[in-house]
Nanobody, 123 residues
């Protein structure tokens, strides 16, 4: 089991920045690739970013490429999502997840999830 706890969400004006953190406990964090997803009301959970277990490989969905940066610190058992140039359409609950198997861009590929943190971007 891996327990994940997100933090860092909040209310920000359009054009602003936030950094989300996801703290892991339980099984060895460095064994897991990690991902960030988000879900807006009435929409499906959306893949945002993926990082491999040592951080050598990253992947982003097109809508956040160039604005969001995923990183990890295995010594702190934490994965981060730096979000810049935020837009009102980025408003959603943001989740981190530990990858299991399959596609890194679909929720089905992830075995463990945090409870989510709300990000609201005002115009």
């Amino acid at each position: 089991q891996v327990q994940l706890v997100e933090s860092g969400g909040g209310l920000v004006q359009a054009g602003g920045s936030l950094r989300l953190s996801c703290a892991a406990s339980g099984r060895t964090f460095s064994n897991y690739a990690m991902g960030w997803f988000r879900q807006a009301p009435g929409k499906e959970r959306e893949f945002l970013a993926y990082i491999s277990w040592i951080g050598a490989s990253t992947r982003y969905t097109d809508s956040v490429k160039g604005r969001f940066i995923i990183s990890r610190d295995n010594a702190k058992n934490t994965v981060y999502l730096q979000m810049n140039s935020l837009k009102p359409e980025d408003t959603a609950v943001y989740y981190c997840a530990a990858f299991g198997r399959g596609s890194v861009t679909t929720a089905d590929g992830y075995d463990y999830w945090g409870q989510g943190t709300q990000v609201t971007v005002s115009s």
